[in-house]
Each structure stands twice: as structure tokens, then as C-alpha cells.
């Protein structure tokens, strides 16, 4: 059976990288009806920040990326289990007792700069006797515990799914720490007890763990382990071909909720940093991602955040939804927005606004005034070179044919309503449907001013035209 996991280090609040691999690990279980597991990596106390473990669950939950709470792991509460397994080294004489101080190490790694040597570990306590280790130990010197890197194989290489075949030497490879002198172990020590132990069958992370990924490989041999297979997903850059920043949107992924995307649009939009389906569809529902989802049309190239294309796939979400749907979403988003609203002004402003919206705010934000008092400068109710005169019969004229009818069934309907007006009163378009719009929304850019009508009904319709009466006869 296939297991993924995804395995955070809980430094902070998870950025699109860090999601796109959860997504490529959770897609690929499910699409292999497998088990995705969520692994936390806090073994770095330093970096640890205590909040990021709630910030990633909620990412994940938002983002409908669930895993079995009964099998998560946070490697903080295993360390009996990294230090077995240290111990098995240290008797195998695979890893070693190391008691350089700090000042030791960087001194060393000046030294080695300075002579234009890569900097690393020299070896220096690997041939320490017991008798040594011993007593450095009576004295209560602080140690580490470092992995020996073998003689051979001189090179470490596998086969990678996205990649193909990687190697890399070793003999460039200092002898990299397992055990820090805090009884924790290291990334990639714990990384590989935790993926044998949980029967991890495929690693699928960033492309910056492959110089990682030869250390793991060196363990899994130590260890007499079968390692499990390997998919570096590429990099992501901006459009401009740069590493991805925050300029580029590389955010948290929450703020992306927090912008009115869906979390449709967001797996839809991260699963196409790196994969695609061979065709050129773009839009997929969750349930098309999880069944195309192959690791084998994932891509080596470096994959483009654009922004542009994360725009567009979230009107075309919001618009391939049912109204209900849709305003299930708005609720989500922004609870209190439609509180105690009639819910045909709901449904009908949402049908005019589906069109147009980009992301959710476009309507909370953008399109406040359906639901509330508008206020708006009495001069923009009069279009371009017309009059305070032709505006208000403009607007006379809106009210009076509007004023006739029992109800507005359609925007055709409201249409229908303005041409009469239009027409009755000899004047032009621009000074019926312009101040009528103005006098609905309040704005200078909205959707026609029949689509409002529609939307608000005949009262308010009434009541909001009158009112614009009044603030142009008060010019
Ligand atoms: N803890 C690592 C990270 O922060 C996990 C890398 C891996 O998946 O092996 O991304």
C-alpha cells in the first residue's frame, strides 16, 4: 500500500512551497487509495515556534487535506525511539561520541574558508578511544553524536521519480550529526527513523532536500533499510523567473483565504506547480485531481507562481458554482457579511455578481451596496457633458415607469423599464441608465444599472432613485 507523508517543521506559518508538497503527498495517496500521514518535525528547539503546529493544521483543514489525527506523529514526544537506534550505531561503531566545542567548529570552518577548503567536520573525534570518551564524559563535556560517513560507496545514488537518476560523491560528505547535545535528534536522522518506522513508501518534498537526501541514503544502508522512493518536486519561481518571495505572493497560505480565494482554487492552482494532467485543461475539481494525480506527469523544470492564472482560475471556480454554493462560500468567508440579509437579495445580487468576481471580496467588498445605506457625491450622478436638468428627468423618468410595475422579474424586465424612460422623456441613454446606476450602487464602476434594479427590487429601487432626486435637485 501506498503511504505518503507530509512532514513540516513547525517553524512558522506554512508557505505555498511547503502546501504544494502536502498536496503532491496527499493527492498522490489518495489518487492510489493509500494513507497520507502528518508528521510533525519539531526537533528543532530553536526554531520551533509553538503556534505553527495549529497554523499548518488549519491550513491543511482549509485546504480539505485531512489525515488521521490517531497516526500523527510529532517527533518531539519519539526521542527514546531516535536514541535506540543512535545507540545501535554507536555499538556498530557506525556513529561516533563528538566533543568539539562550537568555538572548535567555527574556528575550524574560518580556518578551512580562509584556505578556499569547503567547510565540514573534520573527523577529528572519530577515533577517540573509551577510555577517552570516558573521562570527557566524567568531566561533563557536552557531546554529539555523528554519523560516520562510509569509505564506500563513494557515490549515493537513487532513482528519482521526478528527476531520474541522481547522484551524487560522498567523499566530499563531513561526518554530519545525528544526535544533538540536547538528546534531540537532527532533520536527517529522525527524518529516516520516521519514515522506516511508519512505512513511509514515497518521500515526496521540495528539490531543495536532494543534497539531504544522499545522508539519508547512507543511513537507510547503515541501518539495513530499504529506503523508500524519492520525488523531488521542482522549484517554484515568479514570473519573472526569480525565486519566489513574498513579492510574488509567496505567502502563507491562510492569507490566501483571507483574500477570498477558495480552497478549490488553491489545490487546483498548486497541484499545477509541477504537475499536469498531459492535456491542457487547467481546471480540475478535487475529485479529478485525486483520480489524474500521478507523480510519473510530474516535471523537473521549474514551476511558475503567476499570479495571473491564480486570478483566473478562481472566476472561473466562483463561477462554475451554484448560487447556494456560492453563498456558502461568502458565509465562510466573511460570517457577519450576510447576517440577518433576505435571502433573495442574497441570491440575486450573488447572480449578478458571479460574472464578475475574481475572488470573494470582489463581492464583501466591492459590492457592499446592495446591502447598505450607499453615500456618493451628488455630481456623480450626472454623466459626462450632461445637465443637472437632463439627469434629474433622467431620473424622474426611471422612477415613474419603475413606480408602474408590480415587480421586477428580470434585468430584462428593469431593462425594459429605463428604455420607456428613455424614450418618454426624448432623452439619451447616458442620462437614464448612467444616474440611475450611479443612484443604485453609489460607484462609477458597477454592474448596469438593471442588473441592480433586479437585484434590489422595486422598493428599493424606489427609495434609492428618490433619494438621488433629492441630491441633485440640492445641487
Ligand atoms: N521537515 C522537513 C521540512 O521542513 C521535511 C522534509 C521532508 O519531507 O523530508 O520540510
Not at 113 to 122: A, F, I
Not at 346 to 371: C, G, H, P, W
Request: neutral net charge; hydrophobic residues 35%.
Amino acid at each position: 500500500m501506498i503511504k505518503t507523508r507530509f512532514a513540516p517543521s513547525p517553524t512558522g506559518k506554512p508557505h505555498v512551497g511547503n502546501i504544494r508538497s502536502a498536496i503532491f503527498a496527499f493527492l498522490y495517496a489518495k489518487s492510489k487509495n493509500g494513507e497520507f500521514i502528518l508528521r510533525i518535525e519539531d526537533t528543532d528547539r530553536e526554531r520551533l515556534v509553538p503556534e505553527a503546529v495549529e497554523y499548518i493544521e488549519k491550513s491543511l483543514k482549509w485546504l480539505g487535506i485531512d489525515w488521521d489525527d490517531e497516526k500523527k506523529v510529532h517527533q518531539s514526544k519519539r526521542l527514546n525511539i531516535y536514541q535506540k537506534y543512535a545507540d545501535i550505531l554507536l555499538v556498530e561503531g557506525r556513529a561516533y561520541k563528538c566533543f568539539c566545542s562550537k568555538e572548535r567548529l567555527t574556528a575550524l570552518r574560518e580556518s578551512q574558508t580562509k584556505e578556499g577548503k569547503p567547510p565540514g567536520y573534520d573527523s577529528c573525534c572519530r577515533d577517540l578511544v573509551k577510555e577517552d570518551i570516558e573521562k570527557k564524559e566524567k568531566e561533563g563535556q557536552e557531546s554529539v553524536i555523528r554519523f560516520k560517513i562510509p569509505e564506500s560507496p563513494k557515490e549515493i545514488a537513487w532513482d528519482d521519480v521526478v528527476r531520474g537518476k541522481v547522484s551524487i560523491r560522498t567523499d566530499i560528505q563531513e561526518d554530519f550529526v545525528i544526535m544533538k547535545s540536547d538528546g534531540y535528534p537532527t532533520y536527517n536522522f529522525a527524518n529516516v527513523i520516521d519514515d522506516h518506522d511508519m512505512e513511509i513508501t514515497n518521500v515526496i518534498r521540495g528539490e531543495e532536500f536532494i543534497p539531504s537526501t544522499p545522508k539519508h541514503i547512507s543511513l537507510y544502508m547503515a541501518l539495513c533499510w530499504e529506503p523508500p522512493t524519492f520525488s523531488h518536486l521542482p522549484v517554484i519561481i515568479g514570473a519573472d523567473k526569480k525565486k519566489l518571495s513574498k513579492r510574488h505572493g509567496d505567502t502563507a497560505i491562510m492569507d490566501y483565504k483571507d483574500n477570498g480565494y477558495l480552497a478549490d482554487t488553491m489545490l487546483n492552482f498548486l497541484t499545477l506547480l509541477g504537475w499536469n494532467d498531459g492535456t491542457t485543461q487547467e481546471i480540475f475539481t478535487r475529485e479529478e485531481l485525486i483520480k489524474k494525480f500521478d507523480l510519473k506527469r510530474v516535471g523537473k523544470s521549474p514551476a511558475v507562481f503567476d499570479i495571473e492564472r491564480l486570478n483566473w482560475i478562481n472566476g472561473e471556480k466562483i463561477r462554475a458554482m451554484k448560487i447556494p454554493d456560492l453563498t456558502k462560500e461568502v458565509e465562510k468567508f466573511n460570517p457577519e457579511f450576510l447576517q440577518g440579509k433576505e435571502s433573495e437579495l442574497i441570491e440575486r445580487s450573488l447572480t449578478v455578481m458571479q460574472t464578475r468576481m475574481v475572488t470573494l471580496k470582489d463581492f464583501t467588498e466591492n459590492a457592499d451596496y446592495f446591502f447598505k445605506d450607499i453615500d456618493y457625491s451628488a455630481k456623480t450622478l450626472i454623466f459626462g457633458k450632461s445637465t443637472k436638468e437632463s439627469t434629474l428627468k433622467g431620473l424622474k423618468g426611471a422612477l415613474k415607469t419603475t413606480d408602474g410595475v408590480n415587480d421586477i422579474d428580470s434585468p430584462d424586465d428593469a431593462s425594459r423599464l429605463l428604455k420607456v424612460a428613455v424614450e418618454s422623456e426624448g432623452l439619451s441613454n447616458g442620462d437614464v441608465f448612467w444616474p440611475v446606476r450611479v443612484a443604485l450602487s453609489g460607484q462609477e464602476k458597477s454592474p448596469s444599472p438593471n442588473e441592480i434594479m433586479w437585484a434590489l427590487r422595486k422598493d428599493e429601487t424606489l427609495k434609492r432613485i428618490k433619494d438621488a432626486i433629492n441630491k441633485v435637485e440640492s445641487l
